[in-house]
């Protein structure tokens, strides 16, 4: 499985635990198998057999009642949700992992919900579902979770595989980018010392932090009549923009001298309002 190694762990481990269970979950779509929704005895029983078969699992079956009065039927709360939660037998497993199918009797709906720590760093966790399943199959989906379960420990592989492709990519995007910044700080204060321009190389970090890897470079270079150019670099474009800044700050004074009145090249933000056209004299009118 080719992932895109850009996106974060949590985006591609949920991506591939989907897939493992998008079709865990059958539907009877002839109508023909057993009614379990109409026999919540025979539903438990089963879902209790198929739990004491399962032997690299651990099972945990619980019973979920109405409490609203009008629900009572025959002198008891009615019977509403049904879920069978299975995780790892081994200990050490056992919270990294769990997959749980609800069966609501009342809406006749059942869900399967993922959730797992696996490959991740402490703390952090991902869930996934498949929802709103009507006219479950029990039987061929409890099928498809006892060969689910066999093949965890393939499945585990995987994920973990995934959680150690990313790392390592990170590793090498975290090495090129401590590379490329060695370069700017080498590179342009070599370059501009012998420009005979004024100068100065201003760091930047992600989130107004410091320390790591600077996000991006912003030099700023002294020019005539009181003007400033900043030129941002960051560690994908500085190789393409040191050989121009010197031609490109050429350009700019040539422009400025040119100019007959003052003018500043600035950037501006995604909250400028622009006026197109006859906009702002129509709106005069």
């Not at 869900?111 to 061929?140: H, M, R």
Request: proline letters at 3%; glycine letters at 4%.
């Amino acid at each position: 499985m080719a992932e895109n190694m850009k996106e974060p762990l949590d985006v591609l481990l949920k991506r591939y635990w989907c897939d493992q269970i998008r079709d865990l979950a059958k539907t009877d779509s002839m109508g023909g198998k057993f009614d379990y929704f109409g026999n919540p005895n025979a539903l438990i029983l089963k879902l209790k057999v198929f739990s004491n078969s399962l032997g690299d699992f651990v099972s945990e079956l619980k019973e979920y009642h109405s409490d609203a009065k009008y629900f009572l039927f025959k002198g008891r709360r009615r019977l509403e949700i049904i879920k069978l939660k299975l995780m790892p037998k081994p200990i050490r497993d056992r919270s990294k992992l769990e997959l749980t199918l609800s069966i609501n009797l009342m809406t006749r709906k059942s869900y399967v919900f993922l959730y797992s720590k696996i490959g991740l760093t402490k703390g952090n966790f991902i869930t996934v579902s498949v929802e709103d399943i009507e006219n479950l199959d029990v039987e061929a989906t409890l099928d498809n979770m006892r060969a689910w379960a066999v093949d965890y420990q393939k499945n585990k592989a995987n994920a973990e595989r995934i959680a150690e492709e990313k790392r390592i990519e990170e590793l090498k995007q975290k090495k090129l980018a401590e590379m490329a910044s060695k370069s700017i700080e080498t590179i342009v204060p070599q370059m501009m010392a012998e420009s005979g321009y004024e100068w100065n190389l201003e760091s930047e970090y992600k989130h107004y932090g410091c320390g790591g890897v600077p996000e991006r470079y912003i030099l700023r270079i002294k020019t005539k009549s009181h003007k400033m150019i900043e030129i941002t670099l960051s560690q994908k474009n500085f190789a393409k923009k040191i050989p121009e800044i010197l031609n490109v700050v050429h350009q700019i004074e040539q422009l400025l001298e040119q100019a007959p009145f003052a003018v500043n090249i600035l950037n501006y933000g995604p909250g400028t309002r622009w006026i197109k056209g006859t906009e702002y004299v129509e709106k005069l009118f």
